[in-house]
């Protein structure tokens, strides 16, 4: 874990935020969920500047009991998930460049806060993720159950798409995040599929390139749903089988 050195942010730091903050919010109008365009106002992000990771833990711990844990890098399940267990969310400090506006391999700032932060705002999201950590604390020692949580959490937390109001709404933060992976996913060749638990882990993932599969929960339950299910299966060892 490090600390967020706020004085070393450099001017073009703030205009990468600034310039993506305006294209996302301006790409995600009627494409984003309702959570996300509430949590963001209530978030206290702006165009602006930066956002300190203290001011955001701040009113994060307030709506919801959640803080952000600045880090380097990438994690490992283990650590990753651990800290979800302790309703910490992992954001990188570090912002990408200009010259990787639509499309970054490993998470950044924007990506950890502008992404993520507005769905902790809401609280049955934010206790959904609470309970995915605390499932996970349970296997952090193996291997094949991290890997079907991580698709789980890869297909809901970072590319989820969820019907609200008869639309497809994103609330993935990779989505959310991201100019490239929304004009994938909304071209005509995408795949979009009905959110079925034993589908999404059959279905490989990776964060590394732009997702050949989204799932659609028809609603906001099957997200703590989906996390009881799978808690019973890495507990009894059966195995789904996709439909």
Not at 228 to 239: D, K, N, V, Y
């Amino acid at each position: 874990m490090v600390t967020q050195h706020y004085d070393r942010y450099t001017t073009q730091d703030h205009l990468v935020w600034k310039v993506l903050f305006d294209r996302q919010t301006a790409l995600l109008h009627k494409r984003a969920a309702q959570a996300f365009e509430q949590g963001l106002s209530q978030s206290g992000l702006h165009r602006n500047a930066l956002p300190r990771f203290e001011d955001v833990s701040k009113r994060l711990q307030k709506a919801t009991g959640w803080q952000l844990e600045p880090v380097s890098g990438m994690l490992d399940d283990a650590t990753f998930f651990g800290l979800l267990a302790e309703r910490k969310f992992p954001a990188t400090v570090w912002i990408r460049s200009m010259a990787q506006f639509d499309f970054v391999q490993e998470p950044d700032l924007f990506h950890g806060v502008f992404g993520h932060v507005p769905l902790l705002m809401d609280q049955a999201f934010a206790d959904f993720l609470h309970f995915l950590g605390r499932v996970a604390a349970q296997h952090l020692h193996d291997a094949a159950a991290l890997a079907r949580l991580e698709r789980l959490y890869g297909f809901t937390v970072q590319f989820g798409l969820v019907q609200e109001a008869g639309a497809t709404r994103m609330y993935g933060a990779g989505l959310l995040s991201s100019s490239g992976e929304i004009h994938h996913c909304i071209a005509d060749e995408s795949t979009r599929r009905p959110f079925d638990l034993a589908t999404v882990l059959h279905t490989p993932y990776s964060e590394a390139q732009l997702q050949e599969h989204y799932f659609v929960l028809n609603g906001w339950e099957q997200l703590t749903e989906s996390v009881a299910e799978l808690a019973a299966i890495l507990s009894s060892g059966w195995e789904l089988q996709p439909a």
